[in-house]
């Protein structure tokens, strides 16, 4: 399934920058500087940095559809350029777009380590593994030069607190020597989202992830290292990746993912236009089909907000993923399991020792 990218702006997901709901003055038109070639990227067009200090860096997970307790998330924005990433919506409250504005304008919350710090020494915190990151990628491109992510580990390591990643990008391996602390006291796990073993697809779905092989290489280097490790296919968009459902799942697994989940396509606010502007230009041939098809998981709808639907749809469609996830997981993965977190070695930290952050 080769993209057919002819007339696809090169170097972003999205193709426009998406009016802001919020915002009480609207840009007539953006002026996009095209994309010639993949390593001028930097040059043509350059993500704008803006750090932010936020008062707080953990974020309670109280949906149910959601598996974890806390998230953590160190940048705003994605360089990724995801198509279809539903935390676009969230740059609006920034007073961005959901659009471009996502993946080039950059909030760095500079100040994150020390507000993490400040939270594990509460008298009452409860230690529960909280997760980098839920929104958007903690390992993105702008992690090389901030390492905001990095220092947010090593915070972890010091109270000896449980923490999940979950990152498309392979300069999580660039933090192996803290992996391999906290995996030594069963501190961390770690999921790669992987969403298909074709580059081509790769590189206009979410142009700015890494790439298949080194996703799979990424995998196989954290599990060589003991670090628990599991793939997320998300989204699974029908017509799209739908199909590769076994295939990337043996080859996840034979690089030593131990286990394999999903999420199906959701296309809320702003990310329906946007999604449905790029398909368009991406898939032309294909695209009534896959948008209706993405309808047919959400109640006949490209937005779903429903609690206990929106994450794995409803349908035939919905089902049929579901259940060839059921039978890859038996198949691929039989007994591999992820040991547990131990919430045992935390340890709390006094005013004095907090100052070293």
Known sequence: MKAQTSTLKKGRGAQSNSPNPYAKIQPVKEFWEGIVEDEDFEQKVPSEYTEVFPKSILNRVDSPDIGLAWSMNPYQGCEHGCIYCYARNTHNYWGYSAGTDFEQKILIKANA????????SRPNWKVEPIMLSGNTDCYQPAERKFKVTRKLLQVLLDFRHPVGIITKNALVLRDLDILKELNAMDLVHVTISFTSLQEDLRRVLEPRTSSVQAKLKTIETLSTAGIPVQVMMAPLIPSINSHEIFELSKAVSDAGALGINHTVVRLNGAIGPLFEDWIRLTFPDRADKVLNQIKALHGGK????????????????????????SLARKKYFGEKQRKPYDLEQFVRRNKEQLLLF
């Open 302 to 325: 490209l937005n779903d907000s429903r609690t206990g639907t929106r994450m794995r749809g409803e349908g035939v469609f919905a089902k049929n993923m579901s259940d060839q996830i």
């Open 113 to 120: 380590p020390a507000l993490l710090a400040k939270e594990l």
